[in-house]
């Protein structure tokens, strides 16, 4: 990370609360990616790097919203019907190419340009064709039917502002402004490893007595691709710090943040932490929070080292409410914050007050056929099952000690959260 301080995620050895240390995170943490100009249909999913600015009005001329007939309103008889000459046919795409005179009617379809002069459509299914003239009901109001210019985008507006991930909605605006190319940030350069003798890959090994097969690795990386990062795996290192040095070594130059789970305390096999630290920096995060155990953020050289949790679901959990408003900083998005949603909560619970807790939870329609979330049954920092059968977390904050049920509680669905 170019220009990363030495103490850069250093907070102290105090526990600090959830909300400060995020507040800290953001405040710290910078863009380190820099621009590239793509073709606009190859933007999904690309960060914004500069304001989308409004060359021109949408719709760019006042047009039809209906197939009808264009009229001029002061024609149009209040208290009868009123009977007009069919003169000019116009289609979407052909300018009648003259002003509109009083007393005539005009066939319009959907989308062609209003002809100068008049200001109101009446639907074709309210009208009754006699011969070479429209009989047009009563009641229509001046300017029915119409879609002014500008009515959508003004020249000169922001219409999509720099940071912001792009969506099919996105693309889709941007197009209507005359845009095929646009300048995105290039994807944030994220590696990912495992350490451990007892760790194997489900795709290339068998697990025998003693071995686990390496989830962490495969959730976070997904969790990366999801954010828009280009993920390199750099598989799982043994124990050994000269193995793992020289792969962290060799990773910082070509890459923007280093991400492990697990290994990073200070007991005499985690070896990451020491070697981490001879590289560059690290400070351990005190969090009050649960699930999760202390993170690890500093870097190695210049590049941004997260150390995850080890427990599967803890992994995935500080990632989604830590590392993620940091990993979407650096990349340079400015929504780095999820939505929140209140829904009730159809369980009681105690809590220990002065932390906070995030439990997993699915939504289902309560009595009264809203949504309420209910509680996984099993919240266990290693069952990672309880991730796959919720839809998102219930966030509990620190100054919290009991849920009662039907109590507004914080629910944050996954999607918020995975991309």
Known sequence: MSGLQNDCFKVGDEMIPFAEGLAILKSRAHRVVGTETVALRDALGRVLAEDVIAPRDVPPHDNSAVDGFAVMAADLNADGETRLPVTERIAAGHPLGRAARPGEAMRIFTGAPMPDGMDTVVMQEDVRI???????????????????????????????????RLRAQEIGLAASVGLGRIKVYQRLRAAVFSTGDEVRDPEFDDAGPGAIYDANRYSIGALLKGLGCEVTDLGILSDHVAEIRSALHDAAPGHDVIL???????????????????????????LAIKPGRPMALGRVVDTAFVGLPGNPVAAMVTFLRIARPLILTLAGRTDVDPIHFKVPAAFSLTKKPGRREWLRASLKPGPDGAPAAHRHPHQGSGVLTSMVASDGLIELPEDLARVEEGQPVDFIPFGEMMS
């Open 130 to 164: 006699d011969g070479e003239s429209v009989v047009i009901p009563a009641g229509l109001k001046a300017g029915a039917n119409r879609r002014k210019r500008g009515e959508d985008v003004k020249t000169g507006a922001i219409v999509i502002p720099a940071g912001r």
């Open 260 to 286: 492990t789970s697990g290994g990073v305390s200070l007991g005499e096999e985690d070896h990451i932490t020491h070697v981490v630290e001879s590289l560059g920096s690290i400070d351990f995060w005190r």
